[in-house]
C-alpha cells in the first residue's frame, strides 16, 4: 500500500463540516464521524486507522444501527452507488437460484436481528456471503453485534484507505 501524505494531510486540515461529510462517506454512524474526526491530526495512516479502530471499540447499538443504515443488503448493491457496487462486486454474474437463496437467507436474519446481514463483502463471492451468512444465524444478538462491529472496522478501513490513495 503506497503512503500518501498529501491526502493525509488534507483530510486532516479539512474544516470540520467537509470532514465530517468525508467520515460519515466511509461510516453513516455520526458518532464514529465525530470519534474520528477528534482524533486529528493523525501522525500516519495508521493512526486513522487505529482512530477507526477506537471509535469502532466504543460505538454503542444505536451507532451501530446508524453505521448499518449505510450498507445495502448483500446481493442487492445500491443502484448508482459506486461504492456499494464495488463492495459487491462478487454478486455480478451470478445465476438466479444463488441470489434467491440468498435473499431468502438475508430475510430470515434481518427477521431474527432486526436489520441487514452485514460482512465485509469486498473480495469474496456470493457463494461465501451465502456460506457466512448460514454460518452466523444461529448467533445470539451480542455475538452477532460484536461480528458486526468487527465487520463494520473492516469495512472501514477499507473505505479509508481507498479514500487516502485516490486523493
Not at 454503542?60 to 443504515?69: G, Q, S
Not at 464495488?86 to 437467507?105: C, K, N, P, S, Y
Request: negative net charge.
Amino acid at each position: 500500500m503506497t503512503n500518501h501524505p498529501h491526502a493525509l494531510d488534507a483530510l486532516a486540515a479539512a474544516d470540520a463540516a467537509e470532514l465530517r461529510e468525508l467520515l460519515l462517506e466511509v461510516c453513516s454512524s455520526p458518532t464514529w464521524a465525530d470519534a474520528v474526526a477528534s482524533a486529528r491530526p493523525w501522525p500516519d495512516r495508521a493512526a486513522l486507522l487505529d482512530a477507526n479502530a477506537t471509535a469502532m471499540a466504543a460505538l454503542t447499538a444505536a451507532d451501530l444501527r446508524d453505521a448499518m443504515a449505510g450498507h445495502a443488503r448483500i446481493g442487492t448493491p445500491k443502484a448508482g452507488d459506486a461504492t456499494s457496487e464495488r463492495e459487491q462486486a462478487g454478486i455480478r454474474g451470478v445465476d438466479t437460484a444463488l441470489l434467491d437463496e440468498l435473499h431468502r437467507a438475508n430475510t430470515a436474519y434481518e427477521a431474527k436481528f432486526g436489520h441487514v446481514f452485514l460482512i465485509c463483502a469486498t473480495g469474496r463471492t456470493a457463494d461465501t456471503m451465502l456460506a457466512a451468512l448460514r454460518e452466523r444465524f444461529p448467533n445470539d444478538a451480542a455475538t452477532e453485534a460484536e461480528l458486526v462491529r468487527g465487520e463494520l472496522r473492516k469495512i472501514n478501513d477499507i473505505r479509508i484507505n481507498r479514500l487516502l490513495d485516490e486523493n
